[in-house]
């Protein structure tokens, strides 16, 4: 994680959000390419919805955008050189063995921010994500969509420029996925940069700017989410979206 100072949450809502640049990214593993090579630029306002069949790539791609993974051939550029600061939230969120709000202020601890700051800035966090009432409640003990949403909330704290969502609504129940998706819109507005897979279509058009669609490892359509739903041109995109079987 990336360090920065306090209070600075708001200090790039008026800038375009980062460009994410692959050129001819490959990954492999045990002489296996599993994704690419792949080619493609992040640089509209999204949210941008990652779509595409099971092991099509998706998780992976998010790996290799955020860091977690390198690619074994090719470059993951940003906009001007430098790594914006980035947070992302997993299909199972990974929390502490703490409370709520404990959760959210030992990540502003790890990310330097003055102890003076870290207290009201986790209480203000549960607030907007609805999760005051659960603030002195075990992480690991609240359902699936409150983590979710801790999840998101501890990203929010550390005020993203990035925001990786890897499927964080697969699991949960209509309300908790309108709460995730409103959650979603809120970092959008404040100017952080949204990449998200889902399998969900109706979410994909409820959400998406743009979409960046995955079949065996290869990206075959990145366009605008109207033109995506009304005219997809790849074989691989009409079956998908006709749910039919893609390989």
């Not at 200090?11 to 460009?19: K, N, Q, R, Y």
């Not at 700017?209 to 041109?233: M, Q, Y």
Request: aromatic share 6%; net charge positive; proline share 7%.
């Amino acid at each position: 994680m990336t360090s920065f100072h306090v209070p600075q949450l708001a200090s790039f809502i008026l800038s375009p959000p980062p460009e994410l640049c692959f050129a001819d990214v490959t990954f492999s593993h045990e002489d296996k390419v599993l994704l690419g090579p792949c080619s493609f630029t992040l640089q509209g306002p999204g949210p941008t919805l990652v779509m595409g069949p099971n092991g099509a790539g998706k998780s992976l791609l998010l790996r290799l955008s955020h860091g977690l993974l390198f690619p074994t051939q090719g470059r993951i550029t940003w906009s001007g050189e430098v790594c914006p600061r980035q947070a992302m939230v997993f299909q199972h969120p990974v929390l502490l063995r703490r409370s709520a709000v404990a959760n959210l202020i030992h990540a502003l601890a790890v990310n330097n921010v003055p102890r003076r700051a870290r207290v009201k800035l986790a209480h203000d966090a549960l607030e907007r994500f609805g999760l005051t009432a659960c603030c002195n409640t075990p992480a690991r003990v609240l359902s699936g969509g409150e983590q979710q949403r801790l999840a998101l909330a501890r990203a929010w704290v550390l005020s993203p420029q990035v925001l990786f969502l890897d499927e964080p609504t697969s699991a949960l129940d209509p309300a908790a996925i309108k709460a995730v998706e409103a959650a979603v819109q809120e970092f959008h507005q404040r100017g952080t940069r949204i990449v998200m897979t889902t399998h969900d279509l109706h979410q994909a058009k409820r959400l998406a700017g743009d979409i960046l669609f995955l079949s065996g490892g290869k990206v075959r359509e990145h366009t605008p989410a109207e033109i995506f739903f009304d005219r997809p041109v790849s074989r691989e995109a009409q079956a998908y979206i006709a749910g039919e079987l893609v390989e």
